[in-house]
């Protein structure tokens, strides 16, 4: 498949694919696209193109990464773990035995070095630009998501900084309060990388925001990658393409080329207001905090820009697919570090920091609990605030799988640990903010060393008997429906993959 380019080759790759609607009514970007949208992703349905959205000139695109199907789309694979495939066969690479090999090894490290953002001389992000007093955040469609929601605010942007000592790029998806037609609040909170972009910047941060972007990209955004990797060139990777960057008209950052519209500016170091109230992924209004002003002193357009917007909100939203998809690409990684992880489930319904399942080859007393101590010190995944682990035969997909184990193999008084450490910024359950309580479940087989009895063998089916009934099946005369998935999205994945087969 070609490289998506920009924004607008993906939606004419969706149209071309019957994965998209164009709604043609006036419809308002305040509550209504939520509620429209609610409703759409909840039904797995289609990626939105709002083409007259109340108040602005501007199209508004939304649930472009609704789906499973679209998800894979976006990456050109038929499953995301073919994208963690890729991943891994570049976090897997030994010394070169032969010739071949050493071919091998070299287009993987050219593949590599093909990924590095790219300057170009001119793109057509700057077709339009406005300066100073002429910027207008107004002609957006932003939307206001829900009742409690004191303002609009900017939904699916990919936000650019440098860390001044190393000059390393960032991007990171951060909502954006629009408080006037040139200004907003950045809300990077306390454990991401452009917030200490910002912290570690005396005085004034140039800031460039990049709004409808080709999918990789913009998903790339919201990857947790570790601090010194530059978000453009996984993105790059991803694609198979270089991400194409100009120079900014008023701040000293690269830009997108082929970005539908750049904010470009600066946030000062002491200047704050009160960010939010606004529902959250958490499925609950996060209260206000003090967050940085961004002061927008240029922005630029395509001639007739598509502003892109998703919706967070009690799960499953459009973002669960993010989540989910960072979930495989993030797997190779994590086995890199913890090679004894089979393989984990971050389940939509806990917003991703509240869950993680996962699955160990285990091969010592008291591996479970490593690996639980392992997952509250790697990376983003340290927030997460109960894991369980099961033993490796276990599908952590398959949530039904997952607590039949939890119950059975567990007695609370022995299995269960309660830990100390950080949690999610916006987690309003802890006693105080940013630190709480972990649980740890350790759902695998005890061995006698970890104080149990002889464990009993689990009831299978003889594989002679099994293949008996296969060839007698016809026989039987008895017909099964394959059982139906829970709902389009995430609570069960491995149903929902049966009937996206059907
Ligand atoms: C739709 C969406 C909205 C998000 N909003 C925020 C936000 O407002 N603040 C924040 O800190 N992270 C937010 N995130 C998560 C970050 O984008 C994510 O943690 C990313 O890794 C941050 O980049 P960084 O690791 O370079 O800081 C959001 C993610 C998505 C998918
Ligand atoms: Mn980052």
């Known amino acids: 498949m070609a490289v998506l380019r920009d924004l607008r080759e993906w939606i ?12 043609p009514a006036e419809v308002d970007p305040d509550l209504e696209i939520t509620e429209i949208v609610d ?54 690479m030994q010394p070169p035995q032969g010739l071949m090999d050493k071919v091998r090894g070299l287009q993987k490290l050219k593949s590599i070095a093909d990924s590095l953002p790219q300057t170009v001389r001119s793109g057509p992000v700057q077709e339009i630009v406005l300066e100073g007093g002429d910027v207008d955040l107004g002609l957006l469609p932003v939307q206001r998501c829900w009742p409690g929601d004191p303002a609009p605010f900017i939904t699916l942007p990919a936000v650019i900084t440098r860390d001044p000592r190393s000059g390393g790029r960032n991007v990171g998806m951060y909502r954006m309060q629009v408080i006037d037609g040139r200004t907003t609040f950045m809300h990077w909170q306390i454990h991401k990388d452009g917030r200490a972009d910002w912290l570690a910047t005396e005085g004034r ?110 799960p499953p939203q459009e973002d669960a ?71 490796a035969h276990v599908d952590v997909h398959d949530y039904a799988q997952v607590l039949f184990y939890a119950g059975a193999n567990v007695d609370p008084a022995r299995d269960v640990v309660l830990a100390e450490g950080p949690l999610d910024h916006l987690d309003h359950a802890p006693e105080r903010q940013f630190v709480g309580g972990k649980l740890g479940i350790d759902a695998t087989a005890k061995w006698p060393e970890e104080g149990a009895r002889p ?48």
């Open 455 to 502: 464990w009993p063998e689990e009831i299978e089916m003889s594989p002679e008997v099994r293949a008996l009934v296969d060839r007698r099946w016809a026989e039987y005369g008895i017909e099964l429906v394959p059982p139906a998935g829970n709902g389009p999205i995430g609570e069960t994945p491995r149903s929902l993959r049966q009937l996206l087969r059907r």
């Open 205 to 314: 941060i140039p800031v460039a925001v990049a709004l409808g972007l080709d999918p990789v990209t913009a998903y790339s955004a919201s990857a947790p990658l570790p601090k010194h990797i530059d978000e453009l060139m996984l993105a790059g990777f991803l694609r198979g393409a270089p991400v194409e960057l100009v120079k900014g008209v008023t701040v000293d950052l690269e830009v997108p080329a082929h970005a539908e519209v750049v904010l470009e500016g600066y946030i000062d170091k002491d200047e704050l207001g009160e960010e939010g109230p606004f529902g959250d992924h958490t499925g609950y209004y996060t209260p206000a905090e003090p967050f940085p002003v961004f002061h927008v002193t240029a922005m630029t357009m395509r001639r007739d820009a598509v502003y892109p917007s998703i919706v967070v909100g009690k």
């Open 12 to 23: 004419a790759l969706l149209e071309r694919e019957g994965e998209l609607v164009r709604v």
């Open 321 to 391: 697919w993010l989540g989910k998809a960072t979930e495989r690409i993030f797997l190779p990684a994590i086995r890199a570090t913890v090679p004894e992880i089979v393989d984990y489930d971050l389940p939509v319904s806990g917003a991703f920091h509240n869950c993680c399942i996962v699955s160990i080859r285990k091969a010592f007393p008291g591996h479970a609990r490593k690996v639980m101590h392992a997952i509250w010190g790697l990376g983003m995944l340290s927030l997460t605030k109960c894991v369980v682990v099961v033993d």
């Open 39 to 92: 409703r759409t992703v909840k039904a797995g349905g289609p990626a939105l193109l709002f083409e007259r959205p109340k108040g602005s000139k501007h199209r508004l695109l939304i649930n472009q990464f609704g789906t499973e199907r679209r998800m894979c789309l976006a990456f050109g694979v038929e499953h995301l773990d073919d994208v963690a495939r890729m991943v891994s066969d570049v976090l897997e």
